[in-house]
Each structure stands twice: as C-alpha cells, then as structure tokens.
T-cell receptor
Framework: DAGVIQSPRHEVTEMGQEVTLRCKPI?????LFWYRQTMMRGLELLIY????????DSGMPEDRFSAKMPNASFSTLKIQPSEPRDSAVYFC??????????????FGEGSRLTVL | KNEVEQSPQNLTAQEGEFITINCSYS?????LHWLQQHPGGGIVSLFM???GKKKHGRLIATINIQEKHSSLHITASHPRDSAVYIC???????????FGQGTRLTINP
C-alpha cells in the first residue's frame, strides 16, 4: 500500500499568497485528518472528515483556513491569505473505520510551509 | 496544565543504554498511542495501548490505567533510535487525539 501521500513536501511563499496543500489518504480509509505541528504548540488537530464530510473543524485557526474533501481519495487544505505565523509542518493522516474506535492513525510525510 | 505531559523533554544517552520515556495524562482515555518522528520525517505509529504491555523488537510500551501513566522503553539503544517520541491519548467518548509535547531522544555512538 502506498501510504498517505502529501504534496508539496516543502513550500516557501510570501505573506499574502494563497497556499494549497494536498493529501491522498490510504485507499479504504474513511477518516482523514489535518494536523499542524509547530515548535511552540506541538501537534494540533485542525479538522477531520468522515466519508468526505467535515465532522469537526474547531481546530481551524481562523477564516483564512479552509479544507475540502471532494472525494474519498483527495483532500486539500487552503490558506488564503497566508501569514508568517502559519509557518509549520502540516500533516495529513487517515484511519480505517474498524480501527477508529481507538484512533489509530497513518500519517503522511508532512508538508513544510514557510511564509516569508 | 496540559492534559498529556511527557518527561523528559530531552534525553541524550550512549549507544546500548536502556531508555525510558514517560507519559502522564489527566483524563479518562480509551487508548494511548506512542508515535515516533525522525528529524525532517513523517510520523509513525509505534504502539496503541488500552491496557497492559506491548513489545515490538527492542521497544516495549506499558500502561497503568489506574495511575494514568505510560512508559516507552528502548532496550540496547542505537543511534538510529534518535527521534522525537510523542505520546497521544484519545479521551473516552471523544474522537480527537490529545498530544504530548514530545521527547527528543539522541543516542550517541
């Protein structure tokens, strides 16, 4: 199995630009999560989907952040406009339903975002 | 106070030493996870525990539900074990994981 695939691995952009991060979950996984990792705050859940439907977006920091999951094999996390404080590593993770009751997750390699 | 506290925050040891990383939590949980993150790399799930002990190779994870405490042990440590180890818990009745701040382990040859 290919695992969770994220792109881009690295993104450097200027403040005010739009950033789009992409994720392909493991086939057959019904849950998809977006996490942000910073030195100060560690790992934080931003949003998660079940069967392509957003279930909990309470971790999305503000309206500049949006996430979509148009189908079972693709999700995007968009930041518009980006700010330097958005610099972080963004992880996508997926989970199959039979294991979700205890929360086992399969993580992608992460997308490292730097906003100048 | 964080719901999940790890100790130590940083640990440096010599190759071959026995390593212990601790995780304490303050809420009722349905499961506890130990994750590993290598520098610049992704996150790998090492263990998922709800009781007792699990072993995989040189790694052992234990949990004491009554004391709300878990430990991750590494026997015969090796430089390739150098990574950040993260404890995460799933609160009873909740869907989200709550993460500790991580323990940065460095094993010197």
């Amino acid at each position: 199995d290919a695992g969770v695939i994220q792109s881009p691995r690295h993104e450097v952009t200027e403040m005010g630009q739009e950033v789009t991060l992409r994720c392909k979950p493991i086939s057959g996984h019904d849950y998809l999560f977006w996490y942000r990792q910073t030195m100060m705050r560690g790992l934080e859940l931003l949003i998660y989907f079940n069967n392509n439907v957003p279930i909990d977006d309470s971790g999305m920091p503000e309206d500049r952040f949006s996430a979509k999951m148009p189908n079972a094999s693709f999700s995007t996390l968009k930041i518009q406009p980006s700010e330097p404080r958005d610099s972080a590593v963004y992880f996508c993770a997926s989970s199959p339903p039979r294991r979700f009751s205890t929360g086992e997750l399969f993580f992608g390699e992460g997308s490292r975002l730097t906003v100048l | 106070k964080n719901e999940v506290e790890q100790s130590p925050q940083n640990l440096t040891a010599q190759e071959g030493e026995f390593i212990t990383i601790n995780c304490s939590y303050s809420v009722g949980i349905s499961a506890l996870h130990w994750l590993q993150q290598h520098p610049g790399g992704g996150i790998v799930s090492l263990f998922m525990l709800s009781s007792g002990k699990k072993k995989h190779g040189r790694l052992i994870a234990t949990i004491n539900i009554q004391e709300k405490h878990s430990s991750l042990h590494i026997t015969a440590s090796h430089p390739r074990d150098s990574a950040v180890y993260i404890c995460a818990v799933r609160r009873t009745g909740a869907q989200k994981l709550v993460f500790g701040q991580g323990t940065r382990l460095t094993i010197n040859p």
